[in-house]
């Protein structure tokens, strides 16, 4: 205490006023810990032997267990196959007086804030290599302050229990590297491809280097910062002399050759698609890392239906399934199927091709124009709102709209009718129409629908006449789109799109569940008036090759035109397809938008085959449900015009756009 207390005078005359308020708290918190010596703490001591390996698990929709997400390359290692180098780069950064304190260290903490102080920012933190070992294995991740007190008092008594190097030893073998690896032999082969007995100095030094910030510095994801923290390891082994001049220098030069091994048993578990979504899910909506979950020994609780995920995989194998590419390159895929209800994601496969652990999905990563499936959400559902019906007559002519630089749509086919009904415009995705429909109703209006459908886009860019055919400046995701298409299922009630229903620490406290979130988005007639639309495009539309016997299927194909003016062909295509208790997002395109890579096929010979197969596979998993609605050519066959509040000569009034 005397040294600590004359380190302190030292640094009284540094300190400005308004820090002593810091100091302050470091000396309450040492008066507390002498309070909570009288503190009895009761803790489960076989945890530090059951815990070597903390698993996570993670159940379908029916809470049976599915896949266990650990290392295969997990091995427990004794400290003497470590090298002595390894153990003291460890301890150079996360706890130097790891050999002479009894399980936390005032000096340190007194250092850390001092440095702390120093910086006006956190830099420093004073947790011993025992108190992690207890944070990490013993205790939960809840923060409280009688948790630390837990923590410093349960570390006491483990170094009652064990001998310094077995504390290390467990501690080595239970730390987070990055990367999937967990424990010292995992990080050896995961990042040089050997054992760990076998790695230098240098090589020790990226290890602890790692340890800090495993999701950060981990040398496969941060090489060059990791190189940096490396360097600061090896100054601070020289600065207490663990090493000396020669060792210190030579191992600055020592070239780091990474050496990957596929030891994550993530690479082959049955779902892995469905497990990047997870993972990707609990990073965008709860902030919770890849690194956090592998090291965490988690429960996750999904919406996953096993059967249509093993389908969907299934299908993505095949090659006959799909267009072929441009010369050795494939064409790219991906589908979401969601619960119409629920917005519970069943099934997802993010990319076609050998799967790679968390490669970019263009399920729920890629961000481009939806072409026409946007069509019913900007230009039709406002259409209705107004009181226009299925029968109302719309312009297809060859219009340009604006004075300096003048947009002129096209229609696919270059014709044009002059006039036609609504539902006929919807069917055979006619480009003319939805650009007039958004005009005459006012671009506030088609802004004011991607908002209720929660599709993303930017005020100022997006305000003008192409986001009618998909012209978003960022785009969407097929998981946006799934999403957006729930509402018209259900009855004009979207659902929040989502995979995870819960999540449990290892010792079963929730740490995320998921809220019902469900937004009105139209009135359920409106929903039922597009429904009725868009059950023509699979009866005599643009892909009424997905039709399939026995169901009722509505939806609408999206492509994004020529690449350029030189080429025939499409950028990419895209079915948004709906029972009335499924929703089925599927894309088609190249993952480079290269001169040569396009598609040559219209989407009803395309996507929509694609689309189809899948719902096939997926269909028999799912009740079968008829739609309250008819198509508009069963209503027509009947004669049965009257289920339309108005009749055809219903007209367009222009909307006064808001200022």
Do not use: C
């Amino acid at each position: 205490m005397l040294k600590v207390w004359n380190r302190a005078r030292s640094i009284w005359n540094m300190l400005h006023v308004h820090q002593f308020f810091l100091l302050g708290v470091l000396v309450a918190f040492l008066i507390g810990l002498v309070y909570f010596t009288q503190y009895e703490v009761k803790w489960d001591s076989t945890s530090l032997e059951n815990a070597k390996i903390h698993p996570t698990y993670m159940y379908n929709q029916r809470g049976e267990e599915v896949v266990k997400i650990t290392s295969s390359g997990m091995e427990y290692v004794k400290i003497e196959q470590m090298p002595d180098h390894l153990l003291k780069a460890v301890i150079a950064m996360e706890d130097e007086r790891f050999y002479q304190h009894p399980g936390f260290d005032i000096e340190g903490i007194t250092r850390a804030a001092v440095s702390n102080i120093k910086a006006q920012k956190i830099v420093a933190g004073g947790s011993t290599i025992t108190q992690q070992l207890t944070k990490n294995v013993v205790l939960t991740s809840e923060r409280t302050f009688e948790r630390k007190f837990d923590e410093l008092l349960i570390s006491l008594e483990i170094e009652k229990m064990y001998t310094k190097d077995e504390i290390l030893e467990m501690y080595l073998n239970q730390i987070f590297f990055g990367a999937g690896a967990h424990g010292v032999q995992e990080a050896s082969l995961v990042f040089f491809g050997k054992d760990v007995k076998e790695i230098t100095l240098s090589e020790s030094a990226v290890l602890a280097a790692s340890i800090k910030a495993p999701s950060l510095l981990n040398p496969l994801t941060n090489f060059e910062g990791n190189k940096m923290r490396k360097e600061t390891v090896l100054y601070k082994m020289h600065e207490l002399g663990f090493i000396d001049q020669s060792l210190y220098e030579s191992s600055l030069k020592e070239e780091i050759v990474l050496a990957p091994s596929n030891s994550n048993k993530l690479q082959n578990n049955p779902y892995p698609y469905y497990v990047d979504a997870v993972i990707f899910e609990l990073e965008k909506t709860y902030g919770i890392s890849q690194d956090e979950l592998l090291a965490g020994g988690y429960h996750v609780y999904t919406e996953l239906d096993s059967d249509m995920q093993r389908e969907l995989e299934s299908l993505y194998l095949q090659e006959d399934l799909f267009p072929k590419g441009a010369g050795d390159t494939p064409i790219q895929s991906s589908a979401v199927i969601m619960d119409a209800n629920t917005g519970g994601v069943k099934a997802i496969v993010g990319r076609r091709g050998p799967h790679t652990f968390r490669e970019f999905s263009y399920a729920t990563q890629m961000k481009s124009s939806p072409g026409s499936t946007i069509k019913p959400i900007v230009a039709y559902t406002p259409a209705i709102e107004a009181g226009l019906t299925p029968l109302t007559y719309v312009e297809d002519k060859e219009l340009s709209y604006g004075q300096d630089q003048p947009y002129e749509p096209k229609n696919y086919n270059d014709e044009y009718l002059g006039s036609i009904p609504m539902y006929y415009a919807l069917e055979k995705s006619v480009n003319s129409s939805a650009v007039w429909l958004v005009n005459e109703l006012g671009i506030q209006q088609a802004l004011h629908a991607l908002d209720r459908f929660g599709l993303p886009y930017d005020p100022v860019e997006d305000r003008k006449l192409g986001i009618a055919l998909g012209g978003f400046d960022q785009g969407v995701s097929p998981f946006d789109m799934a999403e957006a298409y729930t509402a018209f299922a259900n009855e004009g009630i979207r659902s929040t799109g989502h995979l995870i229903t819960k999540i449990t620490d290892r010792n079963g406290t929730i740490i995320v569940e998921h809220k019902p979130d469900q937004v009105k988005v139209t009135e359920p007639e409106v929903a039922h008036q597009l429904t009725s639309m868009m059950l023509n495009v699979l009866e005599t539309g643009t892909a009424a090759s997905g039709a399939i016997d026995g169901y009722e299927i509505a939806g609408k194909t999206g492509t994004n035109q020529t690449v350029s003016e030189q080429v025939d062909g499409s950028k990419d295509q895209w079915f948004v397809g709906y029972t009335p208790n499924l929703v089925a997002s599927v894309w088609l395109g190249y993952e480079k938008n290269l001169e040569n890579h396009y598609l040559t096929t219209t989407s009803s010979s395309g996507v929509v085959p694609v689309f189809k197969r899948i719902m096939e596979g997926v269909l028999p998993y799912s009740k079968k449900e008829m739609f309250p609605v008819h198509s508009v050519n069963d209503y027509l066959a009947t004669g049965a015009k009257s289920y339309y509040k108005n009749n055809s000569s219903t007209t367009v009034t222009r909307a006064e756009e808001s200022q």
